[in-house]
């Protein structure tokens, strides 16, 4: 199975500094969580709220979600941290 994005939803959290969005291989759900840095970067670098920080995970996505499958790919985790080096 490939992990696959079906669920739209993403939610900021403050405390932790990332976006948390969720996978699912098959059956299983695995969670990703997206340091802030990768959305603070480029023509996102005023972003400094959280509608901001979800703006640039939307305006990301395609790329996040490539990033994530390919990271899923060399982990299988069931939680994920992409860090901006995974960006590179």
Do not use: Q
Not at 61 to 75: G, N, P
Request: charged share 30%; proline share 2%.
């Amino acid at each position: 199975m490939t992990i696959a994005f079906p669920n739209r939803g993403r939610s900021y959290d403050a405390s932790a500094k990332h976006i948390r969005f969720l996978g699912h291989d098959g059956m299983f759900e695995i969670r990703f969580f997206v340091e802030i840095d990768i959305l603070t970067k480029g023509p996102f670098s005023a972003a400094s709220s959280e509608r901001d920080y979800l703006t640039a995970f939307d305006s990301l996505r395609t790329r996040i979600f490539d990033v994530a499958e390919r990271v899923y790919a060399s982990k299988r985790k069931s939680s994920i941290i992409l860090k901006l080096a995974d960006f590179r």
